[in-house]
């Protein structure tokens, strides 16, 4: 049998991908498209001249552009459109199921109502079931440089919209924004009956994760890489087996690891830690899934067998019902068994 390279062994095993902002996959060419649509002036003279701007010395520089980009959403269909593009781009990438995160007082705050951001991601979400096979999740993100009130009204608005929501997450400035502030509205959430996940531990320190497990009681740590500067706290994810969702091309662009060689995946894979690999914001960081896996895998020499456990893992780590997880899995083995040759 022909042995297949390990490109083409990632681009065609199956996966989850659990770390994604739907405002982050804003590719520029749509961005001008709906900018033009919506007769929204941008500050960039073409595609060209903007993406020269993606050039980030960390999360706040990035945050800046990517707020002022999600700026020409505005109608349902700008939502739909932004999805669709996204789904049909990693339909390609042999992703069959995502759990993505949108920003709804991104669109709030510039007086888009939370029903038309909703509607348009979940009608797209629909068809991408539908068309595409491409099963999907949502998480609500507060943002975390904004107040915690801003964050309650945020979840009042979302409660009519509970069906199409299976989790509440944190985003935005890290640093001076710890988990804490936002203990009041996580605890309504989980009352409320959504699964918690949060941002800890990119930039800001690990006692950041420890108050997203503690307070936030969050099933997932989003980034995380911070934790490899506390022991217990190494020893205590790899107990529990929360998972982190490792983001690489994401840490290079924002300067949280300076060189993919030097990237922590293979030390927290060794620690026991449940981890996963993701885009984060794929439009801003130079490439979705296939070149998340491609670029860490060429970095660290990860082989077929790692790559496999990692996908395993984005499934483990879903939130998809178990049945669903064990026949991914399943499939992924049967993926391994044909081609580790
Ligand atoms: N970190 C924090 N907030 C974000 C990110 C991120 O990587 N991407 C979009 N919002
Ligand atoms: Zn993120």
């Known amino acids: 049998m022909n042995q297949i390279s390990i490109n083409e062994f990632i681009a065609g095993i199956p996966k989850a991908e659990l ?4 405002e982050g996959t804003f590719e520029p060419e749509l961005m001008f498209k709906i900018a033009h649509r919506n007769n929204i002036p941008i500050n960039y003279s073409s ?3 903007l993406k020269k701007a993606y050039n980030f010395n960390n999360l706040q520089e990035f945050l800046d552009i990517y707020y002022a980009g999600a700026s020409v959403l505005i109608k349902e269909q700008d939502f739909y459109d932004l999805t669709w593009a996204y789904l049909t781009k990693v339909h390609k990438h042999n992703i069959v199921h995502t759990e993505i995160f949108f920003d709804p007082q991104t669109h709030t705050d510039r007086g888009v ?49 509970k069906k199409w929501i299976t989790a509440v997450g944190l985003d ?31 930039e800001g320190p690990a006692d950041y994760i420890w108050e997203a497990v503690n307070l936030l009681k969050v099933s997932r740590i989003d980034h995380g890489n911070r934790s490899l500067d506390d022991d217990q706290l190494i020893k205590f994810l790899a107990e529990k087996q929360i998972p982190l969702t490792i983001c690489p091309l994401s840490n290079i662009k924002l300067k949280v690891v300076d060189d993919l060689k030097n990237h922590p995946l293979l030390e927290l894979m060794d620690a026991g830690l449940m981890v996963t690999i993701n885009s984060d914001d794929p439009a801003y960081f130079g ?8 670029r860490i895998a060429s970095a660290l020499k990860l082989s077929k067998k790692q790559i496999t456990e990692l996908t395993i893992n984005s499934f483990k780590s879903s939130f998809l019902p178990n049945s669903d997880k064990e026949k991914m899995i399943r499939k992924i083995e049967e993926y391994y068994q044909k081609n580790n040759n």
């Open 47 to 49: 595609v060209d001249d």
């Open 113 to 161: 109502s939370f029903e038309t951001v909703i509607h348009g991601i979940h009608n797209a979400l629909e068809d991408g079931k539908e068309k595409l096979g491409i099963s999907s999740q949502l998480i609500m993100c507060f943002l975390r440089h904004l107040d915690k009130e801003s964050a309650v009204k945020t979840l009042t608005q979302a409660l009519p919209y």
């Open 287 to 294: 490439g979705y899934m296939n070149e998340n896996y491609s």
């Open 172 to 202: 935005s400035s890290e640093l001076g924004n710890p988990p804490s502030k936002f203990e009041r509205v996580f605890s309504k959430a989980i009352d409320e009956g959504f699964i918690t996940v949060a941002h800890a531990g990119e």
């Open 19 to 22: 770390h994604l902002h739907i």
